[in-house]
C-alpha cells in the first residue's frame, strides 16, 4: 500500500526558511503527481503546491514565489522548500498522492 511520510518541520523566526520532505513507498513514484497542502489551526486544508510526474510545477498565489516544490525519483520524495517564511505560514503540511495523504508535519513561524 502507498504511504507517504513527512519530515522537515519545525519553528522558525519569520524571515527564515525550511525545506519539507516527503518519502514515498508502494508506489510507482515516478509516473505520479504530488501534492503539497496545509492546514493552519481553525481553518480549512489548503492547496499550496503540486508537481506532476514532468515536473511541471504550480502553487497558491500565497506562496508563489517563495517555496519550490521539486522532487527526486531516485530517492521516491518531493520536497517542498520554504523561503521567506511569514506567521500566517503556519500550519500543518501534508504531503498528497491522489487520495492518499502523509501524517502532516508542523511548521511553526514566530514573528
Known amino acids: 500500500q502507498v504511504q507517504l511520510v513527512e519530515s522537515g518541520g519545525g519553528l522558525v523566526q519569520a524571515g527564515g526558511s525550511l525545506r519539507l520532505s516527503c518519502a514515498a513507498s508502494?508506489?510507482?513514484?515516478?509516473?505520479?503527481?504530488m501534492g503539497w497542502h496545509r492546514q493552519a489551526p481553525g481553518k480549512q486544508r489548503e492547496f499550496v503546491a503540486v508537481i506532476t510526474s514532468a515536473g511541471r510545477t504550480s502553487y497558491a498565489d500565497s506562496v508563489k514565489g517563495r517555496f519550490t516544490v521539486s522532487r527526486d525519483n531516485a530517492k521516491n520524495t518531493v520536497y517542498l522548500q520554504m523561503n521567506s517564511l511569514k506567521p500566517e505560514d503556519t500550519a500543518v503540511y501534508y504531503c498528497r498522492q491522489g487520495n492518499i495523504w502523509g501524517q502532516g508535519t508542523q511548521v511553526t513561524v514566530s514573528s
Open positions: 508502494g508506489t510507482s513514484f515516478s509516473s505520479t503527481m
